[in-house]
């Protein structure tokens, strides 16, 4: 009876270690950009986190003591691109995860977008998005939400043993990539079999239409990470639809330097792109303003059935196209990218 107990006492220790070892998660307050009601973000944000919370794969800091460290800190929306600040309310938490969500409606859809940063390492290390016809679609909606993000933190994603990255060459960015581009982002750890992104050299840059226009192309994402699934998602459907020399379809055939698995960008890397090499002098992207609008690149994340995401090169503004004259038919430049 007495061996029975211990090993009863023994068990019980046990699940507790494997209890702290999970990730402890913070989940912020849903940020809301445009249009959508205090009402409905509080519900689409409650949702995440129960669903968040089932998944038994991470500890949670309660809701109520992340608004208070928020409030006690005074962190404002504009403060998560500063590093001191978002590890100084990381470490208040006792967190080793932060996720944030934004909230913007764009018609009748509202666009919601979840990023996940790392506090040991004080890195974003990728986000993912949904598209939702209303709050109450966040119930059909937020599972693959959920999936991308214990991947990321607690699956193929997570940190290799002891903290350190995977063996092989390290780069850092602006560095030539192994396909003779340059690196443009560094998320710190291989998971997936990637932990950079590469663009394309100058050279190896193209003009070409999006495709697909007045037909859906389901399920692109605009985060980092997917711009390689955006790319077979198109690829697929166009092929269904009979186009040829698309922009996809043109990155997915490209041969640079041997290598054979570039993509076209999705909106967030794009823009990664566009902050990390041009905006330093990087990567030889066109940026003057011409007729053939030249300056402007084309992303792999779809908005509607004739409108897709691009960025000008020569300001960085992003858009969807918000006119007849914008849309899947316009050629635009494209620079493919690769992940190692």
Known sequence: MKKAFFCFLALCACMGLFAQQRPVVAVAPFDVISGVSATD???ITRVFFIR?????????????????VIREHNFQSGD???????????????????????MEKFGSTILLTVSFYNIKTFRFEGGTDARLANADDAYDKMDPLIDKLIQTIG?????????????GKTYKIGDTGPGGGIVFFD??????????????????EFTAEWGAYGQDVANTMLAVGFGKQN??????????????????????????????DWFLPSKDELDLMYKNLKQKGLGGFKT???TKNTEIYWSSSQYSNHYSWYQNFRNGFQNYGYTIYIGKFNTFTVRAIRAF
């Not at 997936?192 to 590469?198: A, K, N, P, S, V």
Request: hydrophobic share 40%; aromatic share 6%; proline share 4%.
């Open 231 to 260: 790319t077979k998602l198109i690829v697929d459907r166009l092929k269904a639809l009979g186009e040829t020399n698309k922009a996809a379809q043109l990155c997915a055939a490209l041969d640079v330097n041997g290598y054979k």
């Open 41 to 43: 973000a509080a519900m």
């Open 187 to 204: 998320r710190g750890f291989t998971g997936d079999g990637w932990r950079y992104l590469e663009s394309a050299p100058a050279g190896a």
């Open 155 to 167: 699956g193929t994603g997570a940190r290799p043993p002891g903290g350190g990255t995977a063996p």
């Open 80 to 102: 998560w691109s500063n590093q001191q600040k978002t590890a100084a309310l990381g470490s208040a938490l006792n967190a080793d995860w932060i996720v944030r969500g934004e």
């Open 288 to 290: 003057v303003e011409d």
């Open 52 to 68: 968040l919370g089932n998944t038994r794969q991470v500890n949670l800091v309660d809701r109520t003591v992340v608004e208070r």
